[in-house]
């Protein structure tokens, strides 16, 4: 049964291993990455989230500067924080973790990053050059979702790939990911009148929403390959994803666990994008 487990924490651990030595080598030349964090407010969530970007950056030697903001910050405040980010030659990456408080702009926010430093790759620029196909930041999610694929030898092309949720952290991008590598691809979303007989042609299941054990066996088709991107707390305050993963297990062909699954891709993929940023200095 654990050969069905598409282990997150180990490919990412894989991943960062060999982006290690070629940050080892551009600092060497004078360059160390430098990757900037803005947290507004105390969301506990977010707080864990940038805990583990800092700790990241710090095994993997990338410089990390951690700006903590009050949940009252004015938006022209933040703005002005981006701004001299923006100019600091010591950081390639601006991330403002997201979501913003209510009184904030978040598309203003998102805008205001250089887009030569949008590792998060939520800037208009970088989802331009995404929906292209052109080199650019892809988001960290969608992108470590690709990663978990490929490094599980799962083929997409010809693939019928459904992704429910339409996010534009998660779903949108990771549709469009899929459809580059040829999948075909259906979206759904709350809005889809018949979510089940949608899910249930799907040989490739992405489900990004935040609704706990929402994807139940009836939703899955035999030998489907089921990702998992939610992170959710269940009925005993225990960790759990929007998929039933107990119910679905018997009958996916392979499926990402919660916690250990899609959740340590997405750091592992903002340090990819963050070396990514500081070796253009090299250009
Ligand atoms: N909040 C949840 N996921 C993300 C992410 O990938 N980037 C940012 N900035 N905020 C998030």
Redesign the pocket.
């Known amino acids: 049964m654990s050969s069905k487990l598409i282990n997150g924490k180990e490919i990412g651990s894989q991943i960062r291993k060999s982006i290690a030595k070629e940050i080892e080598d551009l600092i060497e030349k004078g360059i160390t990455p430098g990757l900037a964090v803005i947290l507004v407010g105390e969301d506990p969530a977010?707080q864990t989230?940038v805990a583990n970007k800092e700790k990241a950056c710090h095994e993997l030697g990338i410089y990390s500067e951690l700006i903590k903001l009050p949940a009252e910050t004015s938006e022209e405040e933040l703005l002005g924080h981006i701004e001299k980010l923006n100019s600091n030659p010591a950081i390639d990456g601006i991330?403002?973790?997201?979501?913003l408080p209510k009184h904030i702009n978040e598309q203003h926010v998102i805008e205001a990053i250089s887009s030569d430093k949008d590792v998060?790759g939520?800037h208009p620029v970088s989802v331009g050059k995404m929906l292209l196909g052109q080199p650019t930041f892809l988001?960290?999610?969608p992108n470590g979702v690709m990663e978990l694929l490929k490094y599980s030898n799962i083929d997409v092309a010809g693939k019928h790939a459904v992704v429910v949720g339409r996010s534009h952290?998660v779903g949108v991008p990771m549709g469009q990911l899929l459809l580059q590598k040829d999948a075909t691809v259906t979206y759904c979303h709350s809005k889809t009148p018949d979510l089940q007989a949608m899910t249930k042609q799907a040989d490739i299941l992405v489900v990004a929403v935040g609704r706990a054990k929402m994807i139940k066996s009836t939703h899955i088709k035999e030998g489907a390959v089921v990702i998992d991107v939610g992170m959710n707390r269940d009925e005993n305050g225990k960790l759990c994803g929007d998929v039933d993963f107990d119910d679905v297990l018997d009958k996916v062909s392979a499926i990402t666990p919660v916690p250990g699954g899609v959740g340590p891709m997405?750091i592992t993929m903002l340090m990819v994008n963050t070396l990514l940023s500081a070796k253009m200095k090299l250009a």
Not at 95 to 99: D, G, K, M, N, T
Request: glycine fraction near 0%; charge should be negative.
């Open positions: 977010s989230y991330l403002v973790q997201l979501p998060d939520f988001p960290c999610t952290i997405t």
